[in-house]
């Protein structure tokens, strides 16, 4: 188990191309929050969901953490990492361990009122609902309402934001122009995201997480 403190304390080495990457999230993790103990694990190219572009892999039975996976392919590289970080601390630090504590946990009721009420998550409800009037497909948006998702997005924009890590503020950019549906409804524009880093702020700093 890694000591309370970094998340660089709880990510085994990576070799090779993605040592760099790695080296580079997790020192601007580091030098925006502390978190609680966290499992060591190792962060990997394995992707056991076809087409994703990243992957934190739980085992099911037991809730721990079994790594976390980076896609050769992925377009934003660096900010998929911090995605998948955003899930890995979801599940075994911020709340009881071995569950997503961005669902139900108290300490983020806060920030999930506050999302609910962003003009991008407003905006993902009404095509959900408006898809699911002409019979379409809604298994996309569902997945971008669900608050595990919510969650990795919000804390992968708050660390880029608090940060002003040049690669990562490019590769926010971005992600609202990659071609795929619905993508301009992933991240929140500067002004909708500003109660949401509040929102996050507030608990971190609760929890000794902010220097």
């Known amino acids: 188990m890694a000591e309370p ?44 969901v076809p087409g994703a572009d990243g992957q934190c892999r739980f085992n099911r039975r037991n809730g721990q953490a079994r ?18 970080f955003g899930h890995f601390i979801d599940h075994q630090a911020l709340g009881n361990r071995g569950g997503f504590a961005s669902s139900r946990h108290p300490d983020l009721a806060d920030w999930r009122r506050v999302v609910a009420r962003t003009r991008t998550y407003q905006a993902l409800v009404r095509v959900k609902r408006a898809r699911e009037r002409i019979g379409r497909d809604v298994d996309r ?39 795929r549906p619905l993508r301009r409804l992933v991240q929140w524009d500067r002004d909708d995201f500003f109660p949401i880093l509040d929102a996050i702020d507030v608990p971190f700093h609760r929890k000794g997480w902010r220097p």
């Open 67 to 84: 790594g976390i996976g980076l896609s050769r392919d992925a377009p934003s590289p660096e900010f998929v990492l911090l995605h998948e």
């Open 5 to 48: 403190g970094f998340v660089s304390a709880a990510l085994a080495p990576s070799a090779g191309p993605l040592a760099e990457r790695v080296r580079h999230v997790v020192a601007v993790i580091d030098g925006v929050h502390r978190v609680g103990s966290l499992p060591r694990i190792p962060i990997d190219h394995r992707i056991d």
């Open 141 to 179: 948006v569902a997945y971008l309402l669900d608050y595990n998702e919510l969650w990795s997005r919000s804390y992968a924009q708050y660390v880029t934001v608090q940060s002003q890590d040049a690669m990562l503020l490019l590769q926010l950019a971005q992600e609202s122009t990659i071609p």
